[in-house]
């Protein structure tokens, strides 16, 4: 009878290490999942969101961009104290790894364009470069609705926005280069190799 204590007790051991495992593997993949859905794309939508949703910051005075996990934010606030809700608001977003709130200025932005000629030029090529431009216009083409934007390669050179890639039909070719155009800092949108699928 002990034996067949001890087989017993020994076939539940083996089951629950079984069961256990499997259920360990599924977390895992789950966390995996978690991970792969928690974007560049997914968090800079999301932090959008949130800063128009909260109480007393001025959104729309904000851009944002995000490069693996990294937050840049860029805009003019009214005080410290605002600035300073923007970027817990932004840490505090899943998937957030860091925060730039280096472009982020206080004034308003009639005081701040009052500047010279000359600090004007340095601080627009501080916070609009090739690099800055791409990344937001990859942001904003992910948030355009009826543009694959899986679909499209995006590169700037010198403010010279190329876009390359296929897509279903003329009107999302026409919203992309829509978009570009109205990304801070492009100077040029081309498009000749962005085609319509099938032809």
Excluded: F
């Excluded at 993949?29 to 969101?49: F, G, N, P, R, Y």
Aim: aromatic content about 2%; hydrophobic content about 45%.
């Amino acid at each position: 009878m002990s034996t067949l204590k001890t087989i017993h007790a020994t076939v539940l051991a083996t089951t629950l290490a079984c069961v256990t495992g499997a259920g360990l593997a599924v977390a895992a993949d789950q966390s995996s999942s978690l991970k792969e859905a928690v974007s560049d794309t997914w968090i800079t939508t999301k932090v959008k969101a949130e800063l128009v949703a909260a109480d007393k910051v001025s959104s729309a005075d904000i851009s944002v961009t995000t490069i693996d996990g990294v937050v840049t934010l860029t805009g003019v606030l009214p005080d410290k104290a605002e600035l300073d809700r923007v970027v817990a608001l932004t840490r505090g977003i899943d998937g957030v790894k860091d925060v730039d709130s280096a472009g982020l200025k206080i004034g308003d932005a009639a005081s701040l364009n009052g500047n010279t000629a000359d600090d004007d030029k340095r601080s627009a090529g501080e916070v609009v470069d090739d690099t800055w431009i791409t990344t937001k216009l990859k942001a904003d083409l992910a948030t355009t609705k009826g543009v694959p934007s899986r679909n499209i390669k995006v590169r700037t050179e010198n403010g010279t926005v190329t876009l390359t890639g296929a897509l279903p039909d003329q009107l999302a070719v026409d919203k992309a280069v829509a978009t570009a155009r109205a990304i801070k800092g492009v100077k040029h949108v081309d498009a000749d190799a962005l085609v319509v699928e099938g032809k």
